[in-house]
């Protein structure tokens, strides 16, 4: 069985140690968000992608729930010192990874090839591919001004509330190699437990990439994002409320019109099973607070089982 899942951050790149957990991680594609790459101090800096990367390689920190264990800040320390730009938090760690996609990407290379080589340098089974090679860059349009979205989310803290996404460069934007290849050949598609405004939003703003979904042959099943209508962590609650209208399960299902099957919902909001089940959705209630590795692994097998195929 081949596995499609489309993430964004640490949401997603906990749901997918779930996966990998429960099923052969070469059978695993992660399709991942690349809007909110940025670069700073002249690198070249993929969030969601390394977050990913850095969970399915089983280094990253959980505590903090990002970026890499063991995380030292030396470097930064001296960027802030020496006057440099220093907003955005890069662990030493870290930066080395930067420092080669950098280097990499600046020779010519795609984005889905050097992933492709940090993935099996650092011994990940599972596929990972950006969802383009091209640049994508989300804008949040807000009462305050437009907002790039680490500007937003890091800077600002993400409190400006969101009137409008925008995908820049989403409408030349073409899949990345593999990608469609990937979608065509599951036997499931998943979404994870990401941001559906700016996790999922940005690789659905590829138009190859929505398409390909709206005319699967097979499931698609999304995860909420949200617990007893609020986020995990970040702003997805008060952007459904805002964007959506409100922030209950079926609120969820509205995010993807005609792209899931079902929706694993947490037993929370069992409440809203009967709503989400009106949008021609199936609900699977779950527990889905990913708190520890079994309960990642359970969270991923309500996911895979949910819909039932031949
Ligand atoms: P980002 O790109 O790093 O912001 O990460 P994602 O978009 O992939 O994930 C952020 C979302 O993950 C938030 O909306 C959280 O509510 C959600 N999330 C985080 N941990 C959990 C969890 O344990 N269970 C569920 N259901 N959602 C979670
Ligand atoms: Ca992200």
């Not at 964004?8 to 968000?33: H, S």
């Not at 690198?43 to 089983?58: C, E, F, N, R, T």
């Not at 941001?195 to 398409?211: D, K, M, Q």
């Not at 947490?266 to 409440?271: G, I, L, R, V």
Request: net charge negative; hydrophobic share 45%; proline share 5%.
């Amino acid at each position: 069985m081949k596995v499609v899942v489309l993430t964004g951050g640490v949401g997603g790149a906990r749901f997918l140690r779930g996966i990998v957990a429960a099923i052969d991680p070469a059978t695993v594609t992660a399709i991942v968000n690349v809007g909110d790459d940025l670069e700073v101090l002249g690198l070249s800096i993929s969030p969601d992608l390394d977050s990913v990367l850095y969970a399915l390689a089983g280094i990253s920190d959980e505590e903090r729930g990002w970026g890499r264990a063991d995380e030292t800040w030396n470097a930064l320390a001296s960027i802030e010192a020496l006057g440099g730009e220093s907003w955005f938090r890069l662990g030493d760690r870290d930066v080395g990874l930067h420092i080669v996609r950098t280097n990499e990407l600046r020779t010519g290379e795609p984005l889905s090839a050097v992933t492709a080589r940090l993935t099996a340098a650092l011994g990940v089974d599972a596929t990972i591919l950006p969802a383009t090679d091209d640049a994508v860059r989300t804008w949040l349009d807000t009462p305050n001004g437009s907002f790039s979205f680490q500007e937003w989310f890091v800077a600002r803290a993400h409190r400006d509330p969101v009137d409008r996404t925008r995908f820049e460069g989403a409408t030349a934007a073409r899949p990345a190699p593999g990608v469609l290849e990937a979608l065509h050949d599951a036997d499931l598609i998943l979404i994870a437990p990401s941001n559906p405004f700016v996790s999922i939003g940005p690789i659905l703003a590829v138009e190859r990439i929505r398409s390909a979904l709206e005319r699967r042959r097979v499931p698609c099943v999304a995860v909420s994002p949200l617990i007893g209508g609020r986020a995990v962590k970040g702003p997805a609650a008060a952007m459904l409320q805002r964007l959506q209208g409100g922030t209950t399960a079926a609120h969820v299902t509205q995010c993807y019109p005609g792209l899931i099957d079902a929706l694993v919902l947490d037993e929370e909001d069992a409440a809203d099973a009967e709503a989400v089940s009106q949008l021609g959705v199936r609900p699977v209630v779950a527990h889905t607070l990913m708190h520890d590795p079994a309960a990642r692994k359970r969270l991923a097998e309500a996911a895979l089982d949910a819909v039932a195929f031949a």
